[in-house]
């Protein structure tokens, strides 16, 4: 009996011991569906009571074999009444067990990180700094509020006229450009598209930053063939989100005219292009013995053409202008007599197809390009329809920028006091985005700005302890798709934003170690400009070039 005892409580222990949810090892996983959870519990229950029916006969046999021969009958049934009173109790308490540990996962799975992306980044998290948020105490909603009307929203009173000035001078910039332009022979620039923080009305930081994105089309008879990487099949995964974009013209097919097919001479002409290959390939900005477009020398073609438009241009304004950041195309600086700067980014921009995607040469918060002829696909007409239509669908005051602006305004702040660090705010608004998709309209009353800000934070929080941050636009088949979003990108596979985490772990740690610092700086920041107001300087001075 005693020994049927050891064995029952050892067939628990292990089970208990083996479940994934209670004693994760290295290289286990959570189940990814509940189906597979309930079939493995099922498994385990069977294994239990056969593990029963078996000792429950060894038992029998030694009773048997150790019982006087004089017990009588009534002594064998009062044991194995005995046995089975004791069975049916291990029994209920396994089912028990089970049970609780089945409720735990349902009330703590969901939102706690897999304890596969804890247990491998284990020596990576800071020692005192594990789980914060549940301890992050906002300050009062009186004192959060008037937080935001003195410091943020006053802040951003002037955007109006800003945009209003910095649109009405590009427009005559790029009018001059256009004037200075061959169209036979030279790229054709478009009308701008206003973009980012500004045009979507949660711009915190100091000076208030234009961001236009700025289309270009070659001339007749050529046209841009864009080809997009949405498929880890065919390209790897840290060049998802990215294309080329190809050269052709309007009378060839995608592959190109046929005399890039044949081997001519230096100095043969094709009747088509009627001038040498390497002198049109050269005209319209491709690498060299490539059809495609190569974005160094688009950058390079378009600083020269500001340059050359501004010197039209000049004797019109009381200003001078000049380049903010000399390896970055268009990003311009105004600088007025009095001192005062008003800064700026053009950004060259090819259209993919009839989509409102575009090819960019540059973003502020990729890295440097890999390749000239690979080209970042920007959502960032879409992301600001996204936010338009989505607030009609709020209540009146809706709190959901409000939550944007000050978790970018703590960011920019703690950016400044330890160094930049490669969260950033696109990283705040795509968080965002995936907080509007998933709550009610209702959740986002202005009453509701402390709860919500919260969760903003710690949905940031869970996503930089599993490394996992999907592009809100990239494979997500739950945006509307009243958006207009092309169908090959909703069908992608999804884009981890915090992939690089994986491999880059100083990075990671340094990012990590920010954020918590930041979080822990948030209540009184928060209090002590509430209380004295924000002037935040221009920043960092960046070398700058006059055109």
Not at 463 to 470: D, I, T, V
């Amino acid at each position: 009996m005693a020994l049927g005892l050891f064995r029952v409580c050892l067939v628990v222990v292990t089970a208990v011991i083996n479940h994934p949810l209670l004693f994760p090892r290295e290289n286990t996983t959570v189940p990814e569906n509940e189906e597979e959870i309930i079939r493995k519990m099922q498994a385990h229950q069977e294994r239990l009571q056969l593990e029963r029916l078996r000792l429950e006969e060894e038992v029998a046999q030694l009773a048997a074999e150790e019982a006087p021969e004089q017990r009588g009958a009534e002594e064998s049934q009062q044991q194995q009444h005995d046995t089975r009173t004791a069975w049916d109790l291990w029994s209920t308490l396994c089912m028990i067990l089970f049970l609780m540990i089945e409720v735990w996962r349902q009330d703590h799975h969901q939102d706690e990180p897999s304890p596969e992306c804890l247990a491998a980044d284990e020596d990576e998290l800071p020692g005192q700094e594990g789980a914060p948020l549940p301890g992050l105490t906002l300050p009062s909603k009186s004192t959060l509020g008037h937080f935001y009307e003195r410091c943020i929203r006053g802040a951003t009173a002037d955007a109006a006229r800003t945009r209003e000035f910095v649109e009405g001078f590009v427009d005559d910039l790029l009018e001059a450009l256009r004037s200075l332009c061959n169209r036979d022979a030279d790229m054709e620039v478009e009308d701008f598209i206003g973009v980012d923080s500004m045009y979507e009305n949660w711009q915190v930081d100091k000076p208030l930053l234009c961001q236009l994105l700025v289309p270009f089309t070659p001339p007749e008879p050529y046209h841009f063939h864009p080809e997009l990487w949405c498929s880890r099949r065919s390209q790897p995964l840290d060049r998802q989100g990215y294309g080329r974009i190809q050269v052709a013209r309007a009378d060839e097919d995608a592959l190109g005219c046929v005399c890039g097919k044949t081997k001519l001479g230096e100095d043969m002409l094709c009747l088509l292009h009627s001038k040498p290959r390497g002198e049109a390939a050269g005209e319209l900005l491709c690498a060299p013995d490539s059809p495609y477009l190569d974005a160094l020398l688009v950058m390079k073609w378009f600083q020269t053409a500001l340059t050359r438009a501004w010197h039209r241009i000049a004797h019109k304004y009381d200003f001078d202008l000049a380049f903010g950041q000399l390896d970055t195309p268009g990003s311009l600086k105004i600088k007025f007599r009095s001192g005062k700067c008003m800064p700026f980014n053009l950004i060259p921009a090819v259209q993919c197809e009839d989509s409102d995607l575009y090819f960019v040469s540059h973003l502020a918060r990729e890295p440097p390009l890999a390749s000239g002829t690979d080209w970042l696909l920007s959502f960032a007409v879409y992301e600001r329809r996204f936010l338009r239509m989505t607030s009609k669908a709020l209540p009146e005051g809706a709190c959901h920028l409000s939550c944007l602006q000050i978790a970018s305004f703590l960011l920019s702040k703690q950016s400044r006091l330890t160094g930049p660090s490669a969260l950033g705010s696109f990283h705040l608004k795509t968080a965002l985005l995936h907080l509007l998709l998933a709550r009610r309209p209702a959740d986002w009353k202005a009453a509701q700005l402390d709860v919500r800000l919260h969760e903003l934070l710690r949905f940031l929080e869970k996503s930089l302890l599993e490394k996992k941050l999907h592009h809100f636009f990239m494979g997500n088949r739950k945006v509307p798709a009243s958006l207009g979003l092309p169908e090959a990108v909703r069908q992608a596979e999804p884009l981890n934003l915090f992939r690089p985490f994986v491999l880059q772990r100083s990075l990671y740690r340094k990012t990590l170690d920010s954020f918590y610092e930041m979080l822990k700086n948030a209540p009184a920041l928060i209090s002590e400009y509430s209380l004295h107001g924000s002037a935040d300087p221009a920043g960092p001075p960046h070398k700058a070039g006059v055109l």
